[in-house]
């Protein structure tokens, strides 16, 4: 009996060693969180109410901002400086953007003139598995720029009004990905407005297979549009 107790004690031992070390390196490693934007702990505005300057920690739990002279806004646009505002209840704001899903999206300002671009970063453990990376974007409000570990990952229009890149080379690792706008100096509205951010298994579709599919239904469209009486 005594020695079952000290086997079983040992085991007991090894067993929790095994558990921690294991939650040390989860840790570690950590996992990417708050991708759809909807664990903001800010106080909701009244009804055309807006907050400058918001607090980053409330508006974007799990995210850094960063950009020189970022400024960071709830419910309101920035005038002239890089800005990234969170969009959300209770609705309209004062601005008067809906959010693309849920409660909260989000908008990067960029004016080509001040400072760089603004950025919202964070770092975890991208899924083994993953293939790309896909996110929801505004309609004329998608100058994005998104980078995995400062390597920039090219991006494709795919359905549902989304932008996808190919991250298959990230999958299984630890990276920081950083959502950011273009940057063409002089150039007014290199705004991103952005949610739902997801990672997948299923491949980014070619380009050439875009170009051809888009060149099907206009060809397609044609033939169509001749053969129906005037």
């Known amino acids: 009996m005594k020695t079952q107790k000290a086997g ?12 921690l070390l294991l939650g040390q390196s989860g840790r570690a490693q950590g996992d990417f969180q708050n991708l759809d934007f909807e664990d903001a702990t800010i106080a909701p505005t009244p009804v055309g109410g807006w907050a400058y300057p918001a607090d980053p920690t409330q508006c974007f739990p799990g995210w850094t901002v960063g950009g020189l002279t970022t400024v960071v806004s709830y419910n309101d646009l920035s005038i002239g400086a890089p800005a990234v505002d969170l969009m959300g209840p209770n609705f309209p704001n004062a601005v008067n953007y809906t959010p693309l899903q849920g409660s909260y999206s989000v908008l990067l300002q960029y004016f080509g003139y001040d400072g760089g671009p603004p950025t919202l970063s964070q770092t975890g453990l991208i899924p083994s598995g993953t293939q790309s990376i896909d996110f929801l974007v505004g309609n004329g409000q998608s100058d994005a720029v998104v980078t995995l570990n400062g ?13 996808a890149g190919n991250i298959s080379a990230f999958a299984g690792t630890t990276a920081q990905l950083t959502f950011s706008t273009t940057s063409n100096t002089g150039y007014v509205g290199n705004w991103l407005y952005f949610d739902d951010i ?13 170009a051809l599919t888009a060149l099907s239904a206009v060809l397609l469209g044609g033939r169509r549009w001749k053969g129906f009486p005037h």
């Open 8 to 19: 079983g004690g040992k085991s007991g031992i090894i067993v929790i060693l095994a558990l």
């Open 151 to 163: 390597v920039n990952i090219p991006l494709v229009q795919i359905s549902g009004g989304r932008l």
């Open 198 to 210: 997801q990672f997948s298994s299923t491949p980014v579709p070619e380009p050439s297979a875009f």
